[in-house]
């Protein structure tokens, strides 16, 4: 799950990184919804059932180098409340957790020295 935001319009996409190719996709450009956290959530249920049409049930989020709050955030809520999981074996993993560090590294913001 790719995600995309402007100042005027946000966008998703399902890639298939081994093929290179897009499987599914949504975006608010051409609509008459604004850049809004609630638009955002709408947006994620809205492109999980896309996918999920296609046979996707679980996704890797790639932010897009966005800080993993506001829009972001609540894209992959939606995306979650819509079925899709980011989990091994389909398990769901709490948004908040899912872009924290593996090792547990970060504490606070800050790394230990």
Same mark, same amino acid.
């Given at each position: 799950?790719?995600i995309?935001l ?6 998703v ?5 081994? /093929? *290179?190719?897009?499987?599914a ?5 051409g ?5 809004? @956290?609630a &638009?955002?959530? !709408?947006?994620?249920?809205r492109?999980?059932?896309s996918?999920?049409? /296609? *046979?996707?049930r679980r ?12 829009? @972001?955030k &609540?894209?992959v !809520?939606?995306a ?7 989990g091994?074996? *389909? ?8 872009d924290?560090?593996?090792d547990?590294s970060?504490?606070?913001?800050k790394e230990?020295?």
């Amino acid at each position: 799950m790719s995600i995309m935001l402007s100042n005027k319009n946000m966008y998703v996409q399902f890639i298939d990184d081994t /093929k *290179g190719v897009t499987l599914a996709s949504a975006g608010t450009a051409g609509s008459d919804s604004k850049c809004t @956290v609630a &638009a955002a959530r !709408d947006l994620g249920k809205r492109a999980a059932e896309s996918a999920m049409d /296609k *046979g996707i049930r679980r996704m890797v989020v790639d932010r897009g180098g966005f800080r993993f709050h506001g829009r @972001v955030k &609540a894209i992959v !809520d939606g995306a979650l409340e819509a079925g899709l999981s980011t989990g091994k074996n *389909g398990e769901q993993r709490p948004a908040e957790t899912a872009d924290a560090p593996p090792d547990g590294s970060e504490k606070n913001g800050k790394e230990e020295k």
